[in-house]
């Protein structure tokens, strides 16, 4: 049997940027959330959207993907996928996930915790017809987690659908829209020098956000 195992216990970095201090973050965690994801829409802008999203199926066997991070306010965090994916039946069975941003070039990572609802046939309508048109072609296309004989199929339906719907609106599956999740728990983590990191949690308890330095 071949071994494809390795030992990585020699590779090493170094977190060496500024600290960050209970007086320095602010009172409300969305406002700390958008603070931190200015900086990083300057530093990666092509990537700053870009988060983990973990499910659990009703079984409680997790899950995780990258999706992109859509829009965000008070009321939650959103992003667009099939309902009928993988994430979207694990989410039908067990509505609760959590959401991680990363971003290396500032060494700085958030959890969000929550609870997770479906948006609006009004937002995802909305959504979904600015995206490209290869991208609505695409999600018509392509049931999400199924499987498929070859890709030649799937650029075939896709070329079907083009032709199909040529100068006509592209109609949302009715399998395709948003969800929201609706954060209880943040947590926001920075990097720091032989690996004594700062953490800082966010609970709602009563509709108040109480704030904890943790342990690194």
């Given at each position: 049997m071949s071994d494809n195992t390795g030992d990585?216990?020699?590779l090493r970095r170094e977190y060496?940027?500024?600290?960050?201090?209970?007086?320095?973050?602010?009172?409300?965690?969305f406002t700390q959330f958008s603070k931190w994801f200015d900086v990083a829409?300057?530093?990666?802008?092509?990537?700053?959207?870009?988060?983990t999203l973990a499910t659990a199926n009703k079984q409680g066997m997790p899950s995780a993907r990258i999706?992109?991070?859509?829009?965000?306010?008070?009321?939650?965090?959103?992003?667009?996928?099939d309902y009928q994916s993988q994430k979207g039946q694990e989410l039908a069975e067990n509505p609760q996930a959590?959401?991680?941003f990363?971003?290396?070039?500032l060494e700085r990572q958030i959890r969000i915790q929550g609870y997770v609802e479906k948006l609006t046939v009004d937002q995802a309508d909305k959504y979904f017809h600015q995206r490209p048109v290869g991208s609505q072609l695409s999600a018509a296309a392509s049931q999400q987690s199924l499987p498929i004989a070859s890709r030649e199929a799937l650029e075939l339906r896709v070329e079907q659908l083009h032709v199909q719907y040529a100068d006509q609106v592209i109609p949302r599956p009715e399998r395709w829209g948003g969800y929201r999740l609706i954060p209880t728990k943040f947590e926001f983590w920075q990097g720091r020098e032989s690996r004594l990191h700062d953490r800082f949690s966010y609970s709602l308890?009563?509709?108040i956000w109480?704030?904890?330095?943790?342990?690194p």
């Open positions: 990585f216990t020699h060496v940027t500024q600290g960050i201090t209970r007086d320095a973050i602010d009172s409300n965690p829409c300057k530093v990666r802008p092509d990537d700053a959207s870009s988060m999706v992109l991070l859509k829009h965000f306010d008070e009321e939650g965090f959103a992003w667009y996928t959590e959401i991680m990363y971003w290396y070039g308890e009563d509709d109480n704030i904890e330095r943790l342990q």
